[in-house]
């Protein structure tokens, strides 16, 4: 994963991530890259599994919310950790992405940090006039 | 815009921001009050104001900084019938708590075997990021029972002793928890967590009594000068986290359903009489007995430990309590008495004596509260006062309070000096990642010393003794 794709702010007790990116899907894909970026060495992890994901949502941030608490899920709850990631569709309500990754294996990957859950804690979106989309959001760590 | 009453009090009066129902309360003195001023404590606590049905003040402790949502630090009481509960008001660590335990060695006995017996707890005691728990899976059948019996379960699977739970919040089990109100993923996030310590701020320290403050209290605690004490700071684990990011998103739904405007969505909340308010709290319990669970099994670990190292000599649990919860407690609202539900975000409850809720060992003095201090400095032990249930909900601190971001604190420190500089203080660490300690370094914190006087002269509880650490075994 480039770490250009994503940038890491700092937040008094947890940690902030911001995205940019040319359509809500590029953005979501970005933000999952940084969150994974956060929990795992990236360069440790192989796309050995797919996984087909599709959720909704009541409004673009809970759909927001919804895609990496499933991702942060995956993780911790199945032990699947991520390479990459695919989003096809990322409407307001609506988000259809593809998942790559492998199952976790204690001796094979670097474990950073415990990301506990996602925030809506200065959770922004903005649509710059240029077609720019950009995302901030905080993590619980 | 703050307002100063008295030493130690700064009131957030309702002028702060537009919406709010209440007035702000922080407690503070002129020092951490810059602390408190630097980040955006004052607009959270202000924020919290402006949730339907609150009664009293929104309040921040001494060791508040700025959270998601609420301040960490934050208290406040929401009335039963009019009242919301918010998920994000407890947070997503539920019951993160600690406990301590008394053992009857004195510090020299113990500092000639630290390194053999900091040893043996750190394999003993699973910890660190993506570590699993030596029991590995639980079953569904016995996870469920943990949800409902928390320490009760604990004590009757071998781990610890009946009497134990006398000196636990709530027996270690809380009343109104339901297992089928914790969805399957919180229940497979947390099947293989139980039993472990986990990473970030979560630490078992080996520490001796430095200082006692009052004499009295501290013999009906337990404890005595130069005794060596093991403080256990973590909580519900996975299991918690996605019980609070479930209810998080049913109370975004239940807010337009139940017509709440909020000021930020991770305040969202729901009527506490709601079928989302009652599931809530009975997944929250649910919760907060896997967290209670979790420390009884790791107090029998520590006492193992001692044990193998230390000999014959019996580790006695002096209190276990939470530090982010909501609970149904009676208390003094607008000169009666009622119900109401207290949320805890970082905050301890600090109950006087004579409160029936409180252990009958502690009858007469009041209920123990535990105050851990950053890595490598001190903790405290204090007592609840009858001013707390006057002013706080009979609430407290928690402990230092983060002053600097974990990348700030990291920055400043290598992991190796960190520990050599530890151990030129008589402290022997054990970390299962370097970079978590960096994180932990104790100069990101407040001094906990600090926070400790201003609820000690603010008369919200009382100094009972101050612990110093001889050993670290950090997650």
Redesign the interface.
Known sequence: MPSNDYRIFEHPADIGISVRGRSWEEAFAKAARGLFSLIVDCTTVESNERKEVRLEGSDREQLFVRWLSELLYFYDGEKFVVSDVEVQTATSSTLAATVTGERWDVAKHSAKLDVKAITYHELKFVEHPDGIVEITFVVDI | MLRKIGEYRYVVPKSFRAGMNIEGLIYADDELVKAIEK?QTMMQVANVATLPGLVGRSLAMPDA?????FA?GGVAASDLKTGVVSA?GV???INCGVRLLASPFRLEQVQKQLDPLLNQMFRDIPC????SGIIGNLSYDELEKVLEEGAHWAVKSGYGFAADLDHIEETGRIAGANPAKVSQ?AK??GRDQLGTL???NHFAEIQYVAEVFDAETAKAFGLWMDQIVVLIHTGSR?LG??V??DY??IM??GM?KYGIQIV???L?CVPVSSQEGQDYLAAMGAAANFAFANRQMISHWVREAFHRVMGEGRLNVVYDVAHNIAKIEEHKIDGGRRNVLVHRKGATRAFPRHRPDIPKDYFEVGQPVLIPGSMGTCSYVLVGTEQAMEETFGSTCHGAG?A?????AKKEITADRLISDLKAKGIHVRGASK?GLTEENPNAYKDVSLVVDVVHNAGISRKVAKLVPIGVIKG
């Open positions: 980040d900084h700025q959270g998601y949502g960490i994000g947070g997503f660590d660190g990021t993506g570590k993923r497979q996030r986990g990473s970030g996975g986290h996605q609070c990011t998080l998103d975004q739904l337009k930020d969505r991770q969202a983060r600097k971001s974990r990348h700030a970079s």
